[in-house]
């Protein structure tokens, strides 16, 4: 598997570029490949909210 994380994030398996999904997960992958051979925290991956928060009730 090849990566480029210059630009926007992008993978190939051999010459087949792989699709990476959704921009979070895009986000996520850039994450973990920039923190090679750190243990990744679930406290720093987490993603704050985006628009209003849900109400019960």
């Known amino acids: ?28 992958l850039a994450m973990l490949v920039l923190r090679e051979g750190a243990r990744p925290s679930a406290t720093r991956s987490r993603w704050r909210p985006t628009g209003r928060p849900r109400t019960t009730g």
């Open 1 to 28: 598997m090849h990566l480029e994380i210059l630009g926007r994030l992008r993978a190939w398996q051999g010459e087949a570029e792989i699709p990476l999904g959704s921009p979070q997960q895009r986000a996520v």
